[in-house]
């Protein structure tokens, strides 16, 4: 659903609904024990125009450092009451939740508390990104979520959620997929699209920046 912050708009003149055309799993994906390549890109069947409801989202390049405590958003249809009795609800209405980036080693301290894994192990990997919001009560619980920063006028996608406890203990951090280490693949699979035809490459997105105003969590 594009141009709507409601999960289900109704009487909407600028809603679109896009059937989705394919789902390309990143190929080193894991997800038993350890979380890995936590990342997939939809192909929708029909391109998209863009308007001041949905404008598409920065992806950062490969060499992009995102310093600590930089300011992010992340966004989602999750359940926002901690403890939820249905893990299963999802919000009406699309939500946001200041967060801020946290040092990967303090991440992985942090999880390795609540781990048996030793130490040496590490639980928080290059290619993930922690954000945190220092104990507000709140639960993102949307796998795949955006986590947005404004860096310099431009908002880049820093990473999309993989897994988080912060419905378990509020001052755990969600752990992300850190996107400048699949930038290099998102682009190889968009001009593998863009060798199938204009429309294809024009429907691959990975994710899209809704400018509605959204509900503060």
Request: charged share 20%; hydrophobic share 40%; glycine share 6%.
């Amino acid at each position: 659903m594009l141009s709507s912050s409601k999960l289900q708009p109704e009487g909407s003149s600028w809603a679109l609904k896009i059937p989705v055309a394919d789902i390309i799993v990143h190929p080193k994906y894991w997800g038993r024990n350890f979380i890995r390549s936590d990342i997939a890109l939809l192909r929708l069947e029909a391109s998209v125009t863009f308007n001041k409801y949905a404008q598409p989202i920065c992806l950062p390049e490969q060499g992009f450092n995102l310093k600590v405590g930089t300011q992010c958003w992340v966004s989602g249809w999750g359940k926002t009451k901690q403890h939820s009795s249905d893990n299963l609800t999802w919000t009406p209405e699309l939500r946001e939740a200041e967060v801020f980036i946290l040092d990967n080693k303090k991440c992985d301290h942090i999880f390795h508390k609540m781990s048996f894994y030793p130490r040496v192990i590490p639980l928080i990997r290059r290619n993930m990104l922690c954000a945190t919001n220092y104990g507000e009560n709140v639960c993102f619980g949307h796998p795949g979520g955006s986590l947005a920063c404004e860096i310099d006028g431009r908002w880049i996608l820093a990473g999309v959620l993989s897994w988080e406890k912060a419905c378990i203990k509020p001052q755990n951090p969600g752990v992300y997929t850190r996107l400048t280490k699949y930038t290099r693949w998102i682009k190889e699979q968009v001009n593998h699209a863009a060798l199938l035809g204009p429309c294809q490459a024009s429907c691959l997105l990975s994710l899209l920046w809704l400018l509605q105003p959204l509900v503060d969590l």
